[in-house]
């Protein structure tokens, strides 16, 4: 019996620790899923505002024909990185472009009174800063999760675990903080939730 009872102590006490070091991967895994999902999210809806800034600029400043198409150009390289097939680096760096082109466009209504005044345009800037202060606050917690998973994934003897059941690298999303840009450039207050410098720390 007493010698059952220790095969079954060897036998068993790894296994249920390869078990529950793989269910947390699984877990850690899906919860990156998830957090990605709602950043992309976002990220859509960044891209499903553009248009219509655009236009409404374009309506009181027909001739930054330059800005406008920075802009579109931006918003449709941004588009094209967004497949799941396209390496995240590059992504981050279409959305960065896009923040860039952002930044300009809005910064061109200091110099059109009429444009600045406009309800809609004033609308649109609205809802473009607490989109990216969502896709701010998303990707500050996908970037710690990101950290917490590469960790486990890169230690011992959870690596082992990594490497026999496939869990691959994650890689962070680091992007411009476009809301305090955006911000900055119309006087709009940032929503609460401290600076993506903050949480790249964090992260860490």
Partial sequence: METIL????L??????LVIWSYNRFVGQATSIDATWATIDTELQRRHDLVPNL???VQGYAAHEQQVLAQVTEARAAAIRAAP?????EQQARAEDALTSGLSSLLAV???YPELKAD???RDLQRQLIETEDRISASRRLYNIEVASYERRRRS??????AGAFGFGPRTMFEIQDAAAQHAAQVGFPRASGGSAADADGAAR
């Fill in 6 to 9: 220790t095969l079954l102590v």
């Fill in 11 to 16: 036998v068993g006490l790894p296994l249920l």
């Fill in 54 to 56: 655009v236009a409404t």
């Fill in 84 to 88: 799941e097939d396209v390496p995240l």
């Fill in 109 to 111: 209504s200091e110099s």
């Fill in 119 to 121: 309800s809609v345009f």
């Fill in 156 to 161: 011992v003897p959870s690596n082992l675990i």
